[in-house]
Nanobody, 125 residues
């Protein structure tokens, strides 16, 4: 009964900020593997945005590097994505995902075992 629950999405103007959260139930993230944030806009393929492995190493897509920060709170079993300087092209449904491949940083969506339901981020110009 592993469940990932995202929250924190919403509508903001360009240049604004949001922080997404992903609570993990049914498994301890810190002992299971790596996590990542993906996003998908209408008409676009799902793309990896940011990843963090069990050792705390991170990786980011070039399009968000310097603006987004992925982090985790092991005590709360929660993953975060701080998004600053948001752009209209960041508009998408954002999903958190969990894999038991503890070394993985982002990678392909097919490598992830569990997914959240998604939270919508809309950035207006």
């Amino acid at each position: 009964q592993v469940q990932l629950v995202e929250s924190g999405g919403g509508s903001v103007q360009a240049g604004g900020s949001l922080r997404l959260s992903c609570q993990v139930f049914g498994v301890t993230y810190s002992t299971y593997g790596s996590m990542a944030w993906f996003r998908q806009a209408p008409g676009k393929e799902r793309e990896g945005v940011a990843g963090i492995n069990s050792g705390g190493s991170t990786n980011y897509a070039d399009s968000v590097k310097g603006r987004f920060t992925i982090s985790k709170d092991n005590a709360k079993n929660t993953l975060y994505l701080q998004m600053n300087s948001l752009k209209p092209e960041d508009t998408a449904m954002y999903y958190c995902a969990l894999t038991n491949k503890w070394w993985l940083l982002i990678g392909d969506e097919n490598e992830y075992n569990y997914w959240g339901q998604g939270t919508q981020v809309t950035v207006s110009s």
